[in-house]
T-cell receptor, first 109, second 114 residues
């Protein structure tokens, strides 16, 4: 099956700092989504981004499908950004999402 | 904005008992999914459902699991005889089903088996 690797596994930030999270995948995909898992365990949709660049407030994402990676940028981080960030991909010939292992982010005040 | 809802938010059950987790997908969506996440691990696909039948299932989805769309709005996951290792967060998702379409996730049900 398709492999999805996220890096770094853990990230500690001072409030106000910027950061970049990476998602590499091993095969062609039709869909890529980024999620934030909050402390209550809920998965919050951040981006649906099979290709290109999108921005939503302090967050933005870029997917380069031909090179099989996606980046999630967090700017001016806040303590509420803490949690686990997952990327998930849909292989070109399927309909199930395969999730990466996540990046655990802790933003300190 | 339409959203996927799940009930209950937390279910505690004893080993060997049957549980039913409920989901209400977005109303015009055609494909429905269940995923699970054991504490501290990645989210894993369980099953997808379309046109009143399973379209794909993972090796996790054995005979102890079943899914059903009992009416026009609900989508359920049944675990017949729960085991300790079934303790996890269970997420329902839905989408229109066109190729590569975004999947919309519910808030999850935390299942604790004691």
């Amino acid at each position: 099956g398709i492999q999805v690797e996220q890096s770094p596994p853990d990230l500690i930030l001072q409030e106000g700092a910027n950061s970049t999270l990476r998602c590499n995948f091993s095969d062609s995909v039709n869909n890529l989504q980024w999620f934030h898992q909050n402390p209550w365990g809920q998965l919050i949709n951040l981006f649906y981004i099979p290709s290109g660049t999108k921005q939503n407030g302090r967050l933005s994402a870029t997917t380069v499908a031909t090179e099989r990676y996606s980046l999630l940028y967090i700017s001016s981080s806040q303590t509420t950004d803490s949690g686990v960030y997952f990327c998930a991909v849909l292989k070109a010939a399927g309909n199930k999402l395969t999730f990466g292992g996540g990046t655990r982010v802790l933003v300190k005040p | 904005e339409p959203e996927v809802t799940q009930t209950p938010s937390h279910q505690v059950t004893q080993m060997g008992q049957e549980v039913i987790l409920r989901c209400v997908p977005i109303s015009n969506h055609l494909y429905f999914y269940w995923y699970r996440q054991i504490l501290g691990q990645k989210v894993e696909f369980l099953v997808s459902f379309y046109n009143n039948e399973i379209s794909e299932k993972s090796e996790i989805f054995d005979d102890q699991f079943s899914v059903e769309r009992p009416d026009g709005s609900n989508f359920t996951l049944k675990i017949r005889s729960t085991k300790l290792e079934d303790s996890a967060m269970y997420f329902c998702a839905s989408n229109l089903g066109t190729r590569g379409d975004e999947q919309y996730f519910g808030p999850g049900t935390r299942l604790t088996v004691t």
